[in-house]
């Protein structure tokens, strides 16, 4: 039943048991950085950043992340980078992809705020397409920025959607709607965490790595309510080193920013396989590896 829910008094008990299970994908799609660049300044981790990027560099890391997908069991699929689309690497963002209440491939299309990254959409859109999705519109004239803000909660017909930079609130009754499932809505409460990609990572059905200064109270109750177990990232891992930025696999592997000790140490004790890589020239754009791919169902 789609529904949107913003407190702990709406809702429903026993959330995620009652929504439908669904296979984790293990599919990614990515782009090459081949025009990668920070040419402005569309969110505080970009502050100081034009003209500094390191193309050579970016491309071994962008390899590098890659290859620690598939070490993890993750098969990549490419989608070409299109000149003049310097944040097209960030592939979380253009589109959110999933099933529907009849468990058919969709694939909703993004209204993103810069210009610029309204350019990156089209090519989505006929990836997607060609894929066998069935894509659609974001039906109201609403920011809505794909899995940068709307992430599926591992192995369960249920979304987390953040908004407050990005996203609109109001895109998430049409997401609730097209995917037939219910949104539990968190509203992000600083710029340096502008998706909700960048302060939530949720591993596997029971698990959620997250940083709790960056969402308001009533959001970390509901996390804590649906997820048995929430790893609490420390503030300095979760800004500096966007740890929460990282891609879980299969509810058993963790790609993830080198350097994030504890967070790191905290994950591997709790049994998870990390995989550490550095995605320093793609951290002067305000992304790291959740942001470096899609999920494909
Ligand atoms: N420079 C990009 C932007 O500001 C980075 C996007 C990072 N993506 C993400 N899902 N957090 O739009």
């Given at each position: 039943m789609p529904l949107v829910i913003d407190s702990l008094e709406q809702l429903p008990a026993d959330l995620p048991a009652t929504c439908r299970p669904q296979p984790m994908p293990?599919?990614?799609?990515?782009?090459?950085?081949?025009?990668?660049d920070v040419i402005d300044v569309k969110n505080p981790h970009m502050e100081g950043q034009i003209g500094r990027v390191d193309?050579?560099?970016?491309?071994?890391?962008?390899?590098?992340?890659?290859?620690?997908?598939?070490?993890?069991?993750?098969r990549v699929e490419l989608i070409d980078?299109?000149?003049?689309?310097?944040?097209?690497?960030?592939?979380?963002?253009?589109?959110?992809?999933g099933l529907d209440a009849t468990s058919s491939r969709v694939c909703l299309l993004s209204r993103?705020?810069?210009?610029?990254?309204?350019?990156?959409?089209?090519?989505?859109?006929?990836?997607?397409?060609?894929a066998g999705y069935r894509v659609v519109e974001m039906p109201r004239p609403v920011g809505f920025e794909g899995s940068g803000d709307a992430i599926w909660h591992p192995?369960?017909?249920?979304?987390?959607?953040?908004?407050?930079?990005?996203?609109?609130?109001?895109?998430?009754?049409?997401?609730?709607?097209?995917?037939?499932?219910?949104?539990i809505r968190l509203k992000l409460l600083s710029d340096r965490f502008y998706h909700l990609d960048t302060c939530f990572c949720a591993i596997d059905e029971d698990t959620v790595l997250v940083n709790p200064r960056s969402l308001e109270p009533r959001g970390m109750e509901m996390i804590r309510a649906v997820f048995r177990r929430v790893v609490e990232c420390p503030p300095d891992e979760a800004d500096g080193g966007m740890?929460?930025?990282?891609?879980?696999?299969?509810?058993r592997h963790v790609v993830i920013?080198?350097?994030?000790?504890?967070?790191?140490?905290?994950?591997?004790?709790?049994?998870?396989?990390?995989?550490?890589?550095?995605?320093?020239?793609?951290?002067?754009s305000g992304g790291?590896?959740?942001?470096?791919?899609?999920y494909v169902f």
């Open positions: 293990n599919r990614l799609l990515m782009c090459p950085p081949t025009y990668f193309r050579a560099g970016a491309a071994r890391q962008w390899q590098d992340v890659r290859s620690a997908f598939e070490r993890a069991g993750a980078p299109e000149p003049g689309c310097e944040d097209m690497v960030f592939c979380a963002n253009q589109t959110l992809a993103m705020k810069h210009p610029s990254r309204q350019r990156e959409v089209p090519a989505f859109a006929r990836w997607f397409g060609a192995g369960r017909g249920l979304i987390w959607g953040g908004y407050g930079h990005r996203t609109q609130p109001e895109a998430y009754e049409a997401v609730a709607e097209t995917f037939g499932v219910p949104v740890a929460c930025n990282a891609t879980a696999i299969g509810g920013q080198r350097g994030n000790e504890r967070t790191v140490g905290a994950l591997r004790e709790l049994g998870y396989e990390v995989h550490e890589v550095d995605t320093a020239e793609f951290l002067r790291s590896v959740f942001c470096m791919k899609m």
